[in-house]
């Protein structure tokens, strides 16, 4: 679904240099997103998006420098969205629990913005390209998530409800690629039930990781 675009309303109050400068940054963010969503990545050029979010392109080379960097600021923005929601809803969470609000969360955020899950999904695919601007962006992302899944293993293995044995890193690089993999094929296919798929993966790690029976959710 687009987004609708901010646009310049003469009739508001004047606003301050740097409301003007958010409004425009939000409004060619908001076009990139919709651009990669409907043309894909070849077609999100800066005059595409200037057109799109009613600005020029002159202004989005000012306020991003190019292509890329505006490409970098929306890869920071839809990244942000989704780290602000996970940690709220996990609280503080760590363990089997942790696992568990994660995995609801994602698929919450997934169906509520599928237009971000597609738009990143390009562009971390873009970043395989060997030269690629933004590569360091995406691993940066990726390495954040997979330290914070393992920090979750750790404090159930520190409480005893997660095995021992378990490798924390592997358990963070298998729980992202089964997330992201998931993703991408009901984004081509969308017939899969991706509701089912979560919930199946959920009770299979939680069984997978568990000292004990593992929580009811």
């Known amino acids: 679904m687009?987004?609708?675009?901010?646009?310049?309303?003469?009739?508001?109050?004047?606003?301050?240099?740097?409301?003007?400068?958010?409004?425009?940054?939000?409004s060619m963010i908001l076009a990139a997103i919709d651009l990669l969503n409907s043309v894909g990545i070849q077609g999100t050029t800066l005059v595409a998006i200037g057109e799109r979010s009613g600005y020029s392109r002159g202004l989005a080379s000012h306020h991003f420098g190019s292509k890329a960097g505006l490409l970098r600021t929306v890869l920071k923005r839809m990244t942000a969205v989704w780290t602000e929601k996970l940690v709220r809803?996990?609280?503080g969470e760590t363990g089997l629990q942790a696992f568990a609000t994660a995995i609801d969360t994602h698929l919450e955020h997934v169906l509520r913005h599928p237009d971000y899950i597609r738009a990143?999904?390009?562009?971390?695919?873009?970043?395989?390209?060997?030269?690629?601007?933004f590569k360091p962006n995406v691993a940066e992302f990726m390495?954040?998530?997979r330290e914070s899944v393992a920090a979750w293993v750790?404090?159930?293995q520190?409480?005893?409800?997660i095995r021992p044995d378990v490798d924390a890193g592997r358990v963070a690089e298998q729980f992202y690629g089964t997330l992201i993999g998931l993703?991408?094929?009901?984004?081509?296919?969308?017939e899969i039930d991706l509701?089912?798929?979560y919930e199946d993966y959920k009770q299979n790690i939680l069984r997978l990781l568990s000292a004990g029976p593992p929580p009811r959710n």
């Open 2 to 26: 687009p987004h609708p675009v901010p646009v310049a309303n003469n009739s508001e109050q004047p606003r301050t240099q740097a409301e003007r400068t958010a409004l425009a940054e939000s």
């Open 89 to 91: 809803s996990l609280d």
């Open 120 to 133: 990143m999904n390009i562009l971390w695919g873009a970043a395989l390209d060997p030269a690629s601007e």
């Open 143 to 145: 390495r954040i998530q």
């Open 154 to 156: 750790k404090g159930g």
């Open 158 to 161: 520190e409480s005893g409800e």
């Open 183 to 190: 993703n991408n094929q009901w984004l081509v296919a969308p």
């Open 195 to 197: 509701r089912a798929a």
